[in-house]
Structure formats: C-alpha cells, structure tokens
C-alpha cells in the first residue's frame, strides 16, 4: 500500500477573489462566496479520498488565487488526465472536479457552468444535489424539458432517500419553478403545497431551526404569488 506524504494545505483564498470580482451587489457577493466554498469543498473531498493527488490540487487553487484562469483551467486538465485511465472507479472524483470547474470558472456563466454541473450529476449518478444544481443551470438557460429531466430525478433519490426530508422539499419547490416558467401554475400549486407541507412538519419537530424557518417563509412566499 503506497503511503503519500503530508502536502501542505492550500486553500482558495475567498477574501481576494471576492474582493477582484467587484461585484454591484451584496447577493452576487453571497452568491459568489457560495459557489467558492462549495469548491472548496469539492476539493477538499478530493484530497480526503485521492491524498495521491494532493499536489495537482493545489496547483489548481494556487493558480485559481494567482487570478489565472488560463493556468487553473490547465490544471483541471492535468488532474482530469490522472483520472483518465480510470475512469469507472472515479467517477465520483471526476464528478467532484467537474463541479468545482463550474464554480470556480464560471460562478455566474451559467451556459459555461451547465455543462459540467450536469456532468457531473451523470457521473455520480445517486447525488441528489447534483441534480438540483443540475437542474436549476438547465432552467436558467431555458431548456425546461433537460431541466424537468433533471429535477425530476433529484426528487426520486430524495423520496427514496426521506420522503419528510427538507431535500425532497426542495426538489417540490424546484420542479414547481419549472412549472410556474411553463406557465402550469394548477402543477405548480401542487408543487409547492408539497413542499410546503414538509416543511411545516420539520418545523413543528424543530422550531428552534432558522434554516427551517427561511424554507417555510419561501415555500409560503411561493404559494401566495401563485394565487396573484
């Protein structure tokens, strides 16, 4: 069993990127510091799961913190060719890379982001929020019968997974969006009434939690502008 020496961490360093994207709004700063830390976050699963790759990792996050898109995107590519040769076993890797390509380089392009969020979701077949992500960038760009597709599948491993859980909530309140864009507001409604309904009895079990609280203010929010 091949032993890898301990590769000093290195982390996007979220404070310069968000300060060089200089962004109008404080929700494209939030939106922005979201999609940095689930890259973060994306990478960071890499190196616990593949510590062999520590090195071509963090070229990617120097290169990313250098603010050289060009050079990142060469070292997305040489991680990718570590892979190549195994590409069965590492489909979850290859998935995690794709995602964390997508926000790091194109946090708010999403006709670029599209294509590797929703190959991701391929990829990892079972992640339910793959196919969300996947989903709502197939709805942004206006293709509505992919994005169904994609929600849809999002909503059956989290019905498999929990029927009460907040993710087959949010999967509802997606697909109700869908509807509402396709001007099916009698599916929308039921949409969101599901969503709703569940969200209501995770509060009842946990009324303390403000997660919870936000969900059931949209999910009310959605349900009155229906009826408008």
Not at 175 to 184: A, P, Q
Not at 193 to 200: E, M, Q, S, T
């Amino acid at each position: 069993m091949t032993v890898f020496s301990a590769t000093a961490a290195v982390t996007i360093d979220i404070p310069a990127a968000l300060e060089r994207a200089t962004l109008a709004t404080s929700a494209r700063v939030e939106a922005l510091r979201g999609r940095l830390e689930t890259a973060q976050a994306e990478l960071d699963s890499l190196k616990d799961e593949h510590p062999e790759w520590s090195d071509e990792i963090n070229r990617i996050v120097e290169q990313f913190n250098a603010d050289d898109p060009a050079a990142t995107r060469q070292a997305f590519e040489a991680l990718d060719a570590l892979m190549a040769g195994r590409r069965e076993d590492l489909r979850l890797a290859e998935a995690r890379s794709r995602v964390a390509q997508a926000n790091l380089l194109y946090p708010f392009e999403v006709s670029k982001a599209e294509p590797l969020i929703c190959a991701a979701a391929e990829l990892a077949e079972r992640n339910f929020w793959y196919w969300i992500e996947c989903g709502r960038a197939r709805h942004n760009v206006g293709n509505l019968s992919l994005a169904e597709t994609a929600f849809q599948k999002g909503v059956v491993i989290a019905e498999a997974n929990d029927p009460s859980s907040k993710e087959y909530a949010l999967g509802l309140s997606d697909l109700g969006d869908l509807d509402v864009s396709r001007g099916n507001l009698s599916k929308a409604m039921t949409n969101y009434r599901g969503a709703y309904a569940i969200v209501r009895g995770l509060l009842d079990e946990d009324p303390d939690d403000e997660g919870l609280m936000h969900a059931l203010s949209v999910s009310m929010d959605r349900v009155v502008n229906v009826h408008l």
